[in-house]
């Protein structure tokens, strides 16, 4: 007689990419049924657009089907459903978003780095996949939806008090900009505040497995209110490999791990173009590929090039390099499904007026100087990013300089709040793990 716990072991070879462990240890099999030589069960993926689905339903077929005795196998693919939890948050009023499973920001805390671009090309990019998409651009003072999907007063319809997005070629946009027109937008705070809980919650926007919200830059009182109260499955930041942009990345990073809010990695946006005359590629504002991988712990989820022709995303095959773009998509699928499992223990810190001692999820500790670990900070502030020559002069930072706070940011680093005023330093665990190397050997 086949045991459930056969069929389980039967799959413990097959592994999840992303995550490095294996489909069964990770809990994602799901409703066992046997009866006789016929199995059944369902694989639950973090996500509906996992991109290795498929593999993971043919694995599972061919594992359970070699069992003794098994004569039919049957494996259906779910994913994990967020929007009960959005739904249950959204009690005692009526929610646009109750039926949507992903909720994903994408924000720059700076503008002109292309956002906004950036948001739409993604949501063409999912919508390609065959992924039911909303898009909603919740600048107040600059909306951008109307000019980069050709909607000039679209006419925006209610039904059952309920706003109706629009649709731009399958895909489901709403803007501020559709409800205020062209009229410059003078408003204080609480009023804006007002404006985007209402077009986040009575936009009637059906079921979706993504909604991207386009965040206006910076990070005061509208993006803590869609933080609040859109129950963010994650957030996407867009910059430009300079040091005038990455200084405000740090800044980004810190809001949304404030509010638990998991940053799924960077869009490096603008990175370079090619000549139109000898073909070669040019980076203008330098090349700094894997160096935020290195300062922040999080992926580079796309290096997007400069092109021709990303203004006008009215069209489904909107995008000029539509493999960068389906690249971001994946990236953006894969970083979603790492985030909705556990990744382990954090390492533990610990401040103190001379030390900060890290204590490794493995054992041991390290204990770093406060000073050496003040001047070793890797911020774009600190290291210039072009050439990696520390700016910051020890002699210049205070001795007896200590960190008065800090914050974990996720299982990918840690920030610290220093003495001295400096607060846009974050230390990636990789990062510390190689400067108690380097403090070692000097």
Request: charged share 20%.
């Amino acid at each position: 007689m086949i045991t459930e716990a056969q069929v389980l072991d039967s799959m413990r070879h097959i592994l999840d990419p992303d995550l490095g462990r294996d489909i069964v240890s990770l809990g994602f099999i799901k409703d066992i049924q046997i009866d006789g030589g016929k199995v059944s069960f369902r694989v639950e993926l973090t996500t509906p657009a996992c991109p290795v689905k498929e593999k993971f339903r043919e694995a599972c077929q061919q594992a359970v089907s070699q069992l003794p005795g098994v004569t039919e196998v049957s494996v259906s693919l779910t994913a994990q459903d967020r929007s009960a939890r959005r739904a249950g948050q959204a009690a005692g009023q009526t929610s646009g978003l109750a039926k949507v499973k992903t909720v994903a920001a994408v924000s720059s805390c700076k503008g002109g780095v292309g956002k906004s671009t950036v948001a739409g090309l993604l949501a063409r990019a999912m919508q390609r996949e065959g992924l039911r998409v909303g898009l909603l651009d919740a600048d107040v003072y600059g909306p951008s939806a109307p000019t980069l999907f050709n909607l000039r007063l679209p006419g925006v319809a209610v039904r059952d008090n309920m706003i109706l997005p629009v649709d731009s070629d399958g895909l489901q946009v709403m803007s501020l900009g559709f409800l205020l027109g062209d009229s410059p937008a003078v408003l204080r705070g609480p009023i804006v505040s007002n404006y985007t809980q209402q077009v986040l919650h009575q936009t009637d926007w059906g079921e979706l497995d993504y909604l991207l919200i386009d965040l206006p830059p910076g990070t005061g009182d509208i993006q803590l209110t869609i933080v609040q109260q859109a129950s963010l499955d994650g957030a996407i930041i867009v910059t430009t490999p300079q040091a005038l942009s990455l200084v405000d990345v740090a800044r980004g990073i810190l809001m949304f791990e404030k509010v638990e809010v998991p940053v799924l990695g960077v869009v490096e946006n603008m990175c370079s173009f090619t000549c139109s005359e000898c073909k070669a590629v040019h980076y203008p504002f330098g090349r700094s590929r894997g160096a935020l991988q290195e300062r922040f712990g999080l992926p580079t989820l796309a290096e997007l090039p400069i092109v021709p022709g990303v203004w006008d995303l009215s069209r489904q095959d909107a995008g000029a390099d539509l493999d960068a773009l389906a690249a971001l998509s994946d990236g953006v699928h894969r970083a979603m499904g790492k985030s909705r499992v556990s990744g382990g223990t954090p390492p533990g810190v610990k401040v103190g007026p001379h030390t900060v001692t890290i204590e490794w999820p493995e054992g041991g500790e390290t204990v770093f100087d406060n000073h050496r670990l003040r001047c070793a900070c890797p911020c774009a502030v600190c290291v210039d990013e072009h050439t990696g020559e520390q700016l910051l002069k020890p002699e210049e930072v205070p001795t007896d300089v200590h960190a008065e706070d800090f914050t974990r940011l996720g299982n990918y680093a840690v920030a610290f709040s220093w003495s001295d005023g400096h607060t846009s330093g974050i230390y990636a665990w990789q990062f510390l793990r190689e400067l108690a190397e380097d403090f070692a050997r000097s």
